[in-house]
């Protein structure tokens, strides 16, 4: 550079550099960083996040709110909430982390034999702690694969298992494959976790939305997809793959088999990728519906969809009755995808080095929990007892919640079948939504950020997943684990509604035809 600076400076041309050690402006600016950026948005740490934790911080300064106390209820965060981690596997992973406690008496002699079993898995105990295969640990990946054989009753191989830090890496690392540019489109069902539209406008992609039928308990209407593939594809964009959240988040559907028989069909016929987002397949709260997965049913299925369909399926550590979202742990699975491809999933892959070690650790312990025969009875007693208490608290307080929210003036709600949330429409009024335009808000995001400041109760606003232009939403979790804290979340939250709502406008005439008694909303 200087050379350049004095070559420059010999024919006058120096006014076109500054000198040495004057900076004139930053190398990063609004300006000079990509539009997809700015562009990009994720909802669940946005302006009420941000918002959250202002006041948290005014009440740690002892500074006046109108509340005393936080109400977390806007993420998938179970430990965060209060659900309590499970014995067994902490127990593992204290004595993975420091083989020491070996011999500590408060340690169980399963939790110290699925300790050794790990730490004699690799070289040298120490190595859990380095890096690993860039896919990851073998013996997980080998759990994994068992865990996938004996779910869909087919066969899964370790050369498709990719371990990653949660769902979201190995969703970012397809979502470089599949998407180009702006002729390429991601299909992405709305509302949908904001993550996908996120990674369609960081690749400047084109998103095409299909939209899931709220007045049928969020179900997925065919007709639909197919209308919204092909006004893409006379646009002039191709759909690469379709995104499926089952069970659904934020809308908590869980989807019948049929549907996925029909999505499959469809994928097939037009030569789509089907990206399965199926991390919450542990928590299913309505008995009439089951988990499937979309490898288990292109199975049974058979010939020629399960022999060709490309399909790449995501699960994760850090929901269900798992709940470890901060050990990052998770895989993807391949099946049908092209061996030169492969290669450079594994190749992108291995510029990361490799997922967090522990993360993969609870994910071994996630698929393979204890068994009789293999672990003490007591052993396996209590981790069951565990699991039992976690799930019937989550179903006891998905139907709590969505019954507290439809006896609310203006808002309707779908039962949760599955996931951890609930996600009700807000029937705001006029007024309401005027309030709002005015303040420079969307008028569900208004109506969030009033609730927090009035109630500490923290929530998403419905914008963030994406709804029908016209209609309002929030989400809000099931997952607050104090029993107290749940009913106090729920009254505060009833009292501040119905005066947001009286404010603006009494109960109008077209809320009213959305009530039907205090059972399960009909949306007209």
């Not at 918002?51 to 209820?73: G, I």
């Not at 369609?200 to 992609?205: K, M």
């Not at 049974?300 to 022999?307: L, Q, R």
């Not at 507290?404 to 996600?423: D, H, K, R, V, W």
Request: hydrophobic content about 35%; aromatic content about 8%.
């Amino acid at each position: 550079l200087w050379k350049m600076q004095r070559a420059l400076r010999q024919i006058g041309s120096l006014t076109q550099i500054p000198s040495r050690g004057i900076r004139t402006e930053k190398v990063l600016t609004t300006d000079s960083i990509g539009d997809n950026v700015k562009d990009a948005e994720y909802a669940l740490r946005g302006r009420i996040f941000l918002r959250a934790q202002e006041l948290a911080k005014k009440m740690e300064n002892k500074e006046s709110l109108k509340f005393d106390k936080f109400y977390k209820c806007h993420v998938g965060n179970p430990l965060m909430c209060g659900q309590p981690p499970l014995s067994f596997n902490r127990e593992v992973m204290a004595v993975a982390n420091q083989p020491a406690l070996m011999d500590s008496p408060i340690i169980s002699l399963d939790a110290k034999e699925r300790a050794k079993h790990f730490m004699t898995s690799v070289e040298y105990p120490q190595t859990l702690g380095g890096y690993t295969e860039s896919h990851g640990f073998p013996f997980v990946r080998a759990s994994v694969r068992n865990f996938l054989r004996e779910r869909d009753g087919c066969d899964a191989k370790m050369n498709n298992i990719f371990l990653g830090n949660g769902a979201v890496s190995a969703a970012t690392t397809m979502s470089q494959f599949l998407l180009r540019g702006p002729q390429d489109g991601l299909m992405i069902p709305i509302p949908n976790y904001p993550l996908y539209h996120s990674l369609v406008t960081l690749h400047q992609a084109t998103p095409i939305p299909y939209y899931l039928n709220e007045e049928n308990e969020w179900s997925l209407d065919m007709d639909d997809v197919e209308k919204s593939y092909k006004l893409a594809y006379d646009k002039g964009v191709k759909a690469r793959a379709m995104v499926v959240i089952n069970p659904g988040n934020p809308t908590g559907q869980v989807l019948t088999k049929a549907t996925q028989e029909e999505i499959i069909e469809f994928c097939f016929d037009n030569n789509i990728l089907l990206l399965c987002d199926e991390v919450h397949q542990n928590n299913i709260l309505k008995e009439n519906r089951k988990f499937h997965s979309f490898k288990k049913v292109a199975f049974e299925m058979g010939t020629p969809y399960f022999d060709n369909l490309e399909i790449v399926s995501l699960h994760s550590t850090s929901k269900g009755h798992i709940g470890e979202c901060g050990y990052r742990g998770g895989w993807m699975e391949l099946h049908n995808i092209d061996e030169f491809v492969h290669s450079q999933i594994y190749k992108m892959r291995s510029m990361r080095l490799c997922s967090n070690t522990m993360g993969q650790l609870m994910t071994e312990l996630m698929v393979n929990p204890p068994k009789l025969g293999r672990e003490l009875p007591e052993t396996v007693e209590r981790h069951a007892s565990e699991l039992n208490a976690i799930y019937q608290s989550l179903r006891a307080k998905g139907q709590l919640l969505v019954e507290s929210l439809n006896n609310m003036p203006n808002i309707t709600c779908n039962e949760i079948q599955g996931a951890s949330y609930a996600f009700p429409r807000l029937h705001i009024p006029p007024k309401g939504q005027a309030k709002a335009i005015r303040a420079g808000m969307k008028p569900d995001e208004y109506l969030c950020l009033k609730l927090l400041e009035n109630t500490g109760v923290v929530t998403v606003p419905g914008s963030g997943f994406g709804q029908k232009e016209g209609t309002f939403h929030l989400r809000i979790t099931n997952l607050l684990w104090d029993k107290e804290d749940f009913h106090d979340m729920i009254g505060k939250m009833k009292k501040y509604i119905d005066k947001y709502m009286t404010k603006y406008e009494k109960l109008s005439s077209q809320a009213q035809q959305f009530k039907v008694g205090n059972q399960h909303p009909i949306i007209l």
